[in-house]
């Protein structure tokens, strides 16, 4: 039973090319995250959602657009891609109540050739 | 400014020994959570331990302790008795209040390695 899941796990694509990632979390919380963790493993907030409202949302390139259709999904669309968006892309979900403690996805490799 | 703090891009450590693992954070707000993860070579980021700002004991968890030192505004992981699959890189998390909720910041890891 996947508390994250993230699919696809891996994906590969030219640039200029549009792809979407989806995340579902089956833990109840309300609020959900997407991370980039770039070549050096630096991880940095794209956006975060709570209760499907858009809280946070960090200087990321307008072709990136996140979507909450209810409390357990949170998905990313990007357009136009570009090489330098390959990374490694997590989302995350957590409790606003209590410690806040993060429960992660296995990650989507973004791969842009 | 660096939020989160960690000066130790690698760490070597003999099995079955002890390693402390560096982080200091930077805030204004009374109210803030502490965390370390960890993300093994498999690429997932797993939830070791957390502290609180108001807590008033180091928390621990089996053989992670966080060394909190408050004043100095640092929130050290110690790792008792190194196993080999300690080997990973690590990153110190701070929990901050953020309109709407809250806001988690990384540091940019530690990555250590343990040597039989």
């Known amino acids: 039973d996947t508390a994250v899941s993230q699919t696809p796990k891996y994906l590969v694509t030219q640039m200029g090319n549009d792809k979407s990632i989806k995340c579902e979390q089956n833990?109840?919380?309300?609020?959900m995250y997407w991370y980039k963790q770039d070549s050096k493993k630096f991880l940095k907030i794209m956006f975060s959602y709570n209760n499907k409202e858009l809280i946070i949302n960090e200087t990321v390139p307008n072709r990136f657009s996140p979507k909450s259709p209810d409390k357990a999904h949170l998905n990313l669309h990007i357009n136009s891609l570009e090489l330098g968006d390959s990374a490694v892309y997590f989302c995350a979900s957590s409790q606003t109540s209590g410690n806040n403690e993060q429960f992660f996805g296995p990650g989507t490799r973004l791969t842009v050739l | 400014a660096q939020k989160i703090t960690q000066t130790q891009p690698g760490m070597f450590v003999q099995e079955k020994e002890a390693v402390t693992l560096d982080c200091t954070y930077d805030t204004s707000d009374p109210s803030y959570g502490l965390f370390w993860y960890k993300q093994p070579s498999s690429g997932e980021m797993i939830f070791l331990i957390y502290q609180g700002s108001y807590d008033q004991q180091n928390a621990t968890e089996g053989r992670y302790s966080l060394n909190f030192q408050k004043a100095r505004k640092s929130a050290n992981l110690v790792i008792s008795a190194s196993q080999l699959g300690d080997s990973a890189m690590y990153f110190c998390a701070m929990r901050e209040p953020y309109t709407g909720g809250f806001k988690t910041i990384f540091g940019a890891g530690t990555r250590l390695f343990v040597k039989a």
């Open positions: 833990l109840g919380h309300d609020t």
